[in-house]
Each structure stands twice: as C-alpha cells, then as structure tokens.
C-alpha cells in the first residue's frame, strides 16, 4: 500500500516530470494494484480452503507466465465461482463465501488475479482477469454459478462470452460498465489534465492494438433473456458511474437488478441486505 501512495502522491503534481516519466507513472496509477493486508477472519478463512495455483500469459507487460493463487471451500457438485475486484482478493469476499458455505453440495472457487492479493506480478489488467478465469474453467470445468464484483464483474461475462458458457447465474455486483469511465475517474481523483489524460490513452491504444472505449460491456454482452443475471449495485456509487449502468439495464429490461442507496462501492460485497438478497432468494432457487 506504500507503493501505491507514492505513485498517487507523485500523480498529483505532473509538472517536475517530462512526458515519458509522466505516461509511466500514469500507468503504475492505473495498473498498480495496491494490496491491503489480510484481516483475521479472512485468514482463517483462506486456511480452511484447499490452495491451488494455475499459470496465465502476461501478454501485454511482462510478456512473461504468471502464477496465480486460488482457493478452494467444499467439493460438491454445484460450482460457484468469484471474482474479485480491482486492487481486491479473494478473501475479500469473505462473508459472502460464509453464507455460500452454508449450503448443500456446492463447491466455492475464488482467487487473486496477478498482480493483486498474493499473486506476483509488478501490474495487472483486466486481461489477466479474463485469462485466470478462462484458465480456472479450463482446469475445473464450467460453473453454475459466477460472482464478480466492479472489475472481476466486467471480466466474468467476457471471459464467459469468450468461452461460450451460459452459467446458470450470473451476479454482478457493482459492475464496471465502461472501462475507460473508470480510468478517467482514477486520474480524475489526483486532477490529471485533460491533454495528459488523451495521452495515456494513446499509450493505451500503442500497447494493446485497441483504444480503452473498445473495452465496454455493451460491447461484449450477447447474454439474452434465457440468462439468469442479477445486478447489485449503489446508484451513489463513486467508484463507477451508475449513469452507465442504468443504461445497460434500460436496453436490458430482462436483466434483475437493486439499488443497494448507500450502500459504497467496496462494502457492497458484505451489505447485509445484499447477502440476505443473494442467499435467501436467488440461490435457493437456483440450487
């Protein structure tokens, strides 16, 4: 979390810095993922799971094979699977993982993308999302049911999408909607200018052969009415523009979705009313 302070401190005065130490210190804002030590009740809970690692391409960095960590709770025949958000974990989502533990013959899957959590890597993106997941379903087979939540939701229905899997639900919970909104809004917070801003995404484009605008869930969402999508989210949201996702509902009106008012971007994964929602009404019906 040092790290990250310096990087943000740095990102707030650009002027001592010339244009390539700006777009490099741009990235790391972007694509440093700060990691918060784990609390108590979240190790032990990672101690009663069963530890895996599995192995993605890095192909737009460190062009190297990163190692990931993941976890494992239950061996039933109902597979779940989470993932988390940006600069997040697994153990993060702790109290949902309690309430699913108290279910019959589900097997609970979580893990840290690289770069975030335990998993080495110097940057993430949401790349490295999609190629865990990807990898995770190659490994232990389709789930029935995805979690995700802000960025980990925006990967699981690419990495779905991509794989071709219909799970037999999906929760997004806080969702990014629009990739390049929430870059805008993380040098939006350390008041990068405009002319600056237009630059890294330049970078952006140079690096991954596509501008950030392609990466929108309208863009990859082909899911219809035979889906079983249930949106939670916070209309106050100050992490992701609720202005999006409104819209991605409106052209949606299949999709289930509530408006947890207050509720905070982060604390939206252990908001008590949320948990009572997912557990008592959705997966029962579903199991």
């Excluded at 302070?5 to 002027?15: E, H, S, V």
């Excluded at 200018?193 to 140079?206: I, R, V």
Aim: glycine residues 4%; negative net charge.
């Amino acid at each position: 979390m040092k790290h990250y302070r310096q990087i943000y401190q740095q990102a707030k005065d650009l002027t001592q810095l010339d244009s390539a130490a700006i777009n490099d210190l741009l990235w790391k804002l972007i694509c440093y993922a700060p990691k918060l030590p784990l609390r108590l009740a979240q190790e032990e809970l990672l101690n009663k799971a069963t530890p895996f690692q599995l192995t993605v391409t890095d192909t737009y960095f460190s062009k190297k094979q990163l190692v990931f960590n993941g976890f494992k709770w239950g061996n039933g025949k109902k597979k779940i699977l989470l993932t988390h958000g940006w600069s997040s974990k697994a153990a993060d989502f702790s109290a949902v993982i309690e309430e699913l533990l108290k279910l019959d013959d589900v097997e609970i899957t979580a893990f840290d993308a690289p770069g975030n959590g335990s998993s080495p890597a110097e940057l993430s993106n949401l790349i490295l999302y999609i190629e865990a997941i990807r990898e995770i379903i190659n490994q232990y087979g389709r789930p029935a049911i995805v979690i995700g939540h802000s960025l980990g939701a925006m990967a699981n229905v690419i990495a779905l999408q991509q794989a071709g899997i219909k799970p037999d639900l999906l929760i997004s919970i806080a969702p990014v909607i629009r990739l390049k909104a929430l870059f805008c809004n993380m040098m939006n917070s350390v008041s990068v200018p405009e002319h600056l801003q237009a630059d890294f995404f330049k970078s952006f484009e140079a690096v991954f052969n596509r501008p950030a605008s392609d990466y929108d869930l309208d863009t990859y969402y082909n899911f219809d009415q035979d889906l079983n999508h249930w949106i939670a989210y916070d209309e106050d949201d100050s992490v992701v523009d609720s202005t999006y996702l409104l819209a991605f509902l409106k052209d949606r009106p299949w999709i289930k979705s509530e408006n947890y008012k207050g509720a905070g971007h982060e604390k939206l994964i252990k908001h008590p009313p949320l948990l009572h929602e997912l557990i008592r009404h959705y997966f029962p019906i579903t199991l």
